[in-house]
């Protein structure tokens, strides 16, 4: 037995008509897009949060008054202060004032006759044609040297002998003895030449 078809074929599905089908895809695509912009809208509001939290902070901060800090040094102690001690000058040597003219407690001023450096005089004496100075080295008592000047020239003689207050120094071959009273020189072949102190002066 044979049916007959129907005359318009067989039904055909609601969901297969083309225009249903674009509705559908629309209505996801919308779907899609509107939850992948909530999404983004989300985000979008959690970073304006964090990013004003900061600006609001600084606004605070600026509106608080600057804080400074002020460090206070206090002046080392100070020890108390004793007295400094001037040390007391050295004594100077007193030295014999000659009763000689025109002669300083080292010689004759001016002249060869003169003691050395800082050497002090232990005789002075002069006659009318010589000056003569025995000069003690330093502090060295007993270490003396004779310096006599006359007519221009001058002589230096070390090491002269004393007795009592008359000296002897003698140089090569030439004797001088001084005394308060005379000035003796002895030449080498023996011929003496006196000379009366004027004034004279020992220590």
């Given at each position: 037995?044979?049916?007959?078809?129907?005359?318009?074929?067989?039904?055909?599905?609601?969901?297969?008509?083309?225009a249903?089908?674009?509705?559908?895809?629309?209505?996801?695509?919308?779907?899609i897009?509107?939850?992948?912009?909530?999404?983004?809208?989300?985000?979008?509001?959690?970073?304006?949060?964090?990013t004003?939290?900061?600006?609001?902070?600084?606004?605070?901060?600026?509106?608080?008054?600057?804080?400074?800090?002020v460090?206070?040094?206090?002046?080392?102690?100070?020890?108390?202060?004793t007295?400094?001690?001037?040390?007391?000058?050295?004594?100077?040597?007193?030295?014999?004032?000659p009763?000689v003219?025109?002669?300083?407690?080292?010689?004759?001023?001016?002249?060869?006759?003169?003691?050395?450096?800082?050497?002090?005089?232990?005789?002075?004496?002069?006659?009318?044609?010589?000056?003569?100075?025995?000069?003690?080295?330093?502090?060295?008592?007993?270490?003396?040297?004779?310096?006599?000047?006359?007519?221009?020239?001058?002589?230096?003689?070390?090491?002269p002998?004393r007795s009592?207050?008359?000296?002897?120094?003698?140089?090569?071959?030439?004797?001088?003895?001084?005394?308060?009273?005379?000035?003796?020189?002895?030449?080498?072949?023996?011929?003496?030449?006196?000379?009366?102190?004027?004034?004279?002066?020992?220590?």
């Amino acid at each position: 037995m044979t049916y007959p078809m129907p005359p318009h074929g067989p039904k055909r599905s609601p969901f297969a008509s083309p225009a249903v089908l674009v509705a559908i895809v629309v209505g996801v695509l919308v779907l899609i897009g509107g939850v992948a912009g909530a999404f983004v809208y989300a985000n979008s509001q959690s970073d304006e949060t964090d990013t004003a939290a900061p600006a609001s902070q600084s606004e605070t901060n600026q509106d608080r008054p600057s804080q400074s800090t002020v460090t206070v040094t206090q002046p080392p102690s100070q020890a108390p202060t004793t007295p400094q001690q001037t040390a007391a000058p050295a004594p100077t040597t007193a030295h014999s004032s000659p009763s000689v003219s025109g002669a300083t407690w080292q010689g004759f001023v001016g002249s060869s006759a003169q003691c050395n450096a800082d050497d002090a005089a232990v005789f002075i004496g002069y006659t009318d044609r010589s000056q003569v100075v025995i000069c003690q080295v330093g502090s060295q008592e007993g270490r003396n040297y004779y310096k006599g000047a006359a007519d221009g020239g001058s002589v230096e003689i070390g090491y002269p002998s004393r007795s009592g207050d008359v000296f002897t120094a003698v140089n090569g071959g030439t004797t001088y003895q001084v005394s308060t009273s005379s000035l003796l020189i002895t030449e080498p072949d023996g011929t003496p030449h006196v000379e009366t102190m004027i004034q004279a002066w020992v220590d």
